[in-house]
């Protein structure tokens, strides 16, 4: 299995970490499913849709943590989101040299609204402990549901995101814009459109994510394994810069109707030839264009 996209979850745990080196906490035979779904006649999975466990990256040990969006797309509820936050804090205890979450979700699942809200707030609490505690939290984003709503939020807390073009990464994701806002505002059945507003390749140019890689378990390997010596960086000065980037991006692109209109603006030639370049050639066509 070589594509990130096409893997489940445990076949991107397996092919990413070193070999035979990952031992999961509350593996299938332990049954942590939801018992929310269990009393509204819903399918259950006996992992609630997320593993977690320890292993070695490089030699170096970490804690990873990977969303099944085969089930429900990946949604957090009360369990799925009390085994991402175990594994965090577990890792404030381990200091390993990081934790990795590979993320695939479309948000809280509705079936538990409440209860996947609190998990949210608390997968954001304790990612914020480990940043400010040292340890690095990296996202993977590659799969085929992307990353929209809580989990949105919670990548853009982490300390880098490696994504790939055919991930995805958003508040919310475009039905739910087209469902509230209307077609006119947003219509999700233009594929093209939704990738070139929330695909890996705009995320990157942004600087929402740090690195682009190929559609390939090895690929994300590679990235991830170059980030392991970065440092978490909570100063107040970093946040101040962050601000003002933010800043500088809505004065210059928001009057700015589509995202080929902002790759154009930064001074990218032939704008509309970006969605059709591999992830090398895509690198060496925007390198030193990004925010």
């Not at 990256?57 to 009390?82: D, I, N, R, T």
């Not at 390993?96 to 707030?121: F, T, Y």
């Not at 190929?214 to 440092?231: G, P, Q, S, T, V």
Request: a negative charge; charged letters at 25%.
């Amino acid at each position: 299995m070589s594509s990130y996209y096409e893997a489940s979850a445990r076949e991107r745990l397996q092919n990413l970490l070193d070999p035979g080196s990952f031992q999961e906490f509350l593996p299938p035979s332990a049954r942590a499913q939801s018992p929310h779904l269990l009393q509204l006649e819903t399918p259950a999975a006996f992992d609630d849709g997320v593993i977690v466990g320890t292993a070695t990256l490089g030699g170096a040990k970490v804690l990873a943590a990977a969303q099944e969006g085969g089930f429900m797309g990946g949604a957090v509820g009360e369990v799925h989101g009390a085994k991402i936050v175990g594994l965090l804090e577990r890792a404030l205890d381990e200091r390993p040299a990081a934790v990795l979450l590979l993320v695939e979700s479309g948000g809280v699942r509705l079936h538990e609204a409440n209860a996947g809200l609190i998990a949210v707030s608390e997968i954001m609490r304790a990612v914020l402990a480990l940043r400010s505690a040292g340890v690095p939290v990296f996202v993977l984003d590659g799969g085929q549901f992307g990353c929209f709503g809580g989990m949105g939020i919670v990548a853009r807390l982490c300390d880098a995101v490696i994504i790939s073009e055919e991930g995805r990464l958003g508040l919310s994701g475009p039905e739910v814009i087209e469902t509230t806002c209307g077609v006119e505002e947003f219509d999700s059945r233009d594929r093209a459109l939704v990738w070139r507003t929330v695909g890996g390749k705009h995320r990157y140019l942004l600087g929402e994510a740090k690195e682009i890689v190929a559609d390939d378990i090895a690929a994300f390997r590679a990235a991830a394994l170059a980030l392991l010596d970065a440092k978490p960086d909570l100063s107040l000065d970093a946040l101040a810069a962050e601000h003002e980037a933010l800043g500088r991006r809505i004065e210059r692109f928001g009057s700015a109707a589509d995202a080929t209109d902002i790759w154009r603006a930064m001074g990218l030639e032939n704008p509309e030839k970006i969605p059709v370049l591999e992830a090398d050639d895509f690198r060496a066509a925007t390198a030193g264009r990004r925010l």
